[in-house]
């Protein structure tokens, strides 16, 4: 019995195992496959006769997606120029003045600018708070320190704190929190927003990670005047 229970426990790792190796590198290859097939449907915009598979002696998978990358880096060079910053901000006011659509378009862009841009601070750090009550913790985003009446009423620090919802992190609260209630976490906005949307799933290793104190406040901010 001993003998067979030990089988079993080596073939129930062993699928566990191959379980985790094969089923994530099956769904990545599938939404590759799906994404450079739906980008080649870029291709349907272009009139027949200047389909590139007009003037290419083979099928060239994923060209649509290489187009794609080419069109928003385009795009991108287009905005930074100061004509067409202009046309994006004039874009800008119009979409904010529908009511439906301007919180959608707030959420995704303020998601994506948190998420690939290098220079954002606006999430300065990720930390630990109790909440909805003391000895329960969520994780949040400290955004900077509050200030004028907020610090003068509650006559202490207190932190701005934007506490995510799961799975959709561009929904969620506003917090005051006091500092010495805060505990900084040493994972990055990045790390803590995979944290977030996968429910937990997807957690961040502390190896290697440098775990001494700072010297200076918890959250390493400084009060604005």
Do not use: W
């Not at 080649?40 to 998978?61: A, G, I, M, S």
């Not at 004028?148 to 929190?177: A, D, M, R």
Request: a positive charge.
């Amino acid at each position: 019995m001993a003998l067979l229970k030990i089988i079993k426990d080596r073939i129930r790792n062993y699928f566990i195992a191959g379980l985790l190796t094969v089923v994530p590198l099956s769904i990545t290859t599938y939404v590759i496959a799906v994404l450079l097939q739906h980008a080649d449907r870029v291709f349907h915009l272009v009139p027949p006769q200047y389909h590139p598979k007009e003037f290419l002696p083979f099928p060239l998978p994923g060209l649509g997606a290489i187009i794609v990358f080419l069109l928003i880096v385009m795009t991108g060079l287009l905005v930074k120029n100061y004509l067409g910053g202009k046309i994006v901000d004039f874009g800008e006011r119009i979409v904010y003045q529908i009511p439906l659509v301007r919180p959608l378009y707030m959420a995704v862009k303020q998601l994506l600018v948190a998420v690939f841009s290098q220079n954002y601070r606006g999430f300065k750090r990720v930390a630990l708070i109790e909440y909805p009550r003391k000895g329960i913790y969520v994780l949040g985003f400290v955004t900077g320190v509050a200030s004028g009446e907020v610090q003068e009423i509650t006559q202490e620090v207190v932190l701005n704190i934007f506490l995510p919802t799961t799975p959709n992190p561009t929904s969620g609260f506003y917090l005051l929190v006091p500092e010495k209630d805060v505990m900084p976490l040493q994972m990055s906005v990045e790390e803590a927003f995979k944290l977030v949307i996968s429910g937990g799933l997807v957690s961040p290793d502390l190896n290697g990670r440098n775990s001494q104190k700072n010297e200076t406040t918890p959250c390493g901010l400084q009060q604005s005047t």
